[in-house]
């Protein structure tokens, strides 16, 4: 039985900083941010907007759609959390009116907790074929402010429909995965901003690869030459970029720049102007290859790597199935951003700053321009929501 991701919508936020005028701010080159790096906006989260709200507005297309109706099994993937006890997905299955026999819980192991989420799914779908499971991988990517990965931040969420006989793409069986404890990233509980080791993260993210793709080669018998495209966790566009030339050269694969742009560069084209979305990020690349190829990917293979800093990684695979451009939300996804609202560098810093109030009184939060869903104020330590839609 085919099992897979039946279909996928997304949501970031209406507003952007550019890199240029952020580049300006710290004194530095723009062309370190657009081509060292490889980013040019950073998406950012007004206060009236958290991960139950881009979450919630990026599944609305599915629920309008109806297919959200057998979900069963809902999993949140985050790690910018609100709640140290009630999970996320609660506030998104209510706001999306979703019935109530359903399993709700909350993953996090950094941005690999989106494809826990999909393999998880698979196993539930597995068991029960008539059924669905929605994943949502939501995220706000948020480092100190003059910190070396500010440029990297973003913000986005990843709704998945997973079932049997999938419209869009089929998860192959083989994968190989990989666990070490290190400190690369992390962020206490007392904190609002990672801590990130920069250059060693991005060490401990080939290293994982370089493990996690040994496993799977070991399992399929394939090598580089069967895939068709490929798309990697992208905390920056470049990193994935330099991790496909590291495995080529370690598997001695020669690939030259321009083949390593054909394998990889539709699916980088989202998360170069929407910034880090954690563990939405590499399915914001899934989007980006199939609503931005040219080519028809049918039956094509993708190979993906995720990857958690931590840390964990996977490496698998999956076909594009036959008649999947009927099936994307390709027109919804460009248009919001194409229409997003740039930000100052005094109106970011003002938004950066603004913080959740933490004394437990009432506070409405000034109304920005959100999807169908808003983050409306605080009272007595419970977040309010607001929908919309009429
Ligand atoms: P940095 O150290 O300030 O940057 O920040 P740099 O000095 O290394 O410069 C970056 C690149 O720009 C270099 O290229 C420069 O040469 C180039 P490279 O040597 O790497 O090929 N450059 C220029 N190019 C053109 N024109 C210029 C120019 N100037 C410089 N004028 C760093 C880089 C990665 C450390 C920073 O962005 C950072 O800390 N980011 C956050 C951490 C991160 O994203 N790590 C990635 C791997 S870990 C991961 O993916 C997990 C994560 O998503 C979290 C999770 O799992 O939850 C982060």
């Not at 550019?18 to 950012?44: F, H």
């Not at 709704?159 to 999938?166: E, F, G, H, K, L």
């Not at 083989?174 to 962020?187: K, P, S």
Request: aromatic letters at 12%; charged letters at 25%.
């Amino acid at each position: 039985m085919n099992i897979g991701i039946d279909r996928l919508s997304f949501y970031t936020s209406n507003y952007f900083v550019d890199l240029k005028t952020l580049a300006k701010a710290r004194s530095v080159d723009p062309d370190k941010y657009y081509v060292g790096i490889g980013q040019e906006k950073m998406g950012i989260p007004p206060p009236d907007e958290d991960v139950v709200t881009l979450a919630a507005s990026a599944a609305y297309p599915l629920m309008q759609d109806g297919e959200l109706d057998d979900v069963e099994l809902f999993l949140f993937a985050t790690e910018s959390g609100i709640d140290q006890s009630k999970a996320a997905g609660i506030y998104v299955h209510g706001l999306l009116e979703m019935k109530r026999r359903c399993r709700c819980v909350e993953l996090k192991q950094a941005c690999y907790s989106g494809t826990a989420g999909l393999q998880l799914a698979i196993g539930f779908v597995a068991r029960n074929p008539g059924k669905k499971a929605l994943v949502i991988a939501s995220d706000i990517a948020r480092y100190e402010l003059r910190s070396p990965g500010e440029a990297t931040q973003g913000c986005g969420a990843v709704a998945m429909v997973i079932s049997a006989n999938p419209r869009l793409l089929s998860i192959e069986p083989e994968c190989g995965y990989y666990t070490e404890d290190v400190m690369d990233f992390w962020r206490p509980n007392y904190r609002l901003e990672a801590l990130v080791d920069g250059k060693y993260s991005t060490m401990v993210y080939i290293h994982t690869l370089l493990e996690s793709w040994k496993q799977y080669a070991e399992q399929s018998g394939r090598s580089l030459v069967d895939f068709d495209r490929f798309c990697y966790h992208i905390p920056f566009t470049k990193m994935a970029e330099k991790a496909h030339q590291k495995l080529a050269h370690k598997l001695k694969v020669s690939v030259g720049k321009e083949e390593m742009l054909a394998l990889l560069e539709e699916s980088l084209r989202y998360s170069r102007i929407m910034g880090n979305c954690y563990a939405g990020a590499m399915y914001i690349g899934l989007a980006s290859l199939l609503e931005t190829a040219e080519e028809d990917l049918a039956s094509k293979r993708v190979g993906f790597y995720s990857y958690g800093s931590g840390c964990v990684g996977e490496f698998f695979s999956g076909i594009v199935q036959p008649g999947y451009r009927e099936f994307l939300y390709a027109d919804q996804h460009r248009n919001l951003l194409a229409n997003r609202t740039e930000l100052t560098y005094q109106q970011y810093e003002d938004i950066f700053n603004y913080g959740v109030p933490t004394d437990g009184g009432s506070y409405v939060f000034p109304q920005y321009k959100t999807g169908p869903f808003r983050f409306s104020g605080i009272s007595q330590h419970k977040r309010e929501y607001e929908t919309l839609t009429s």
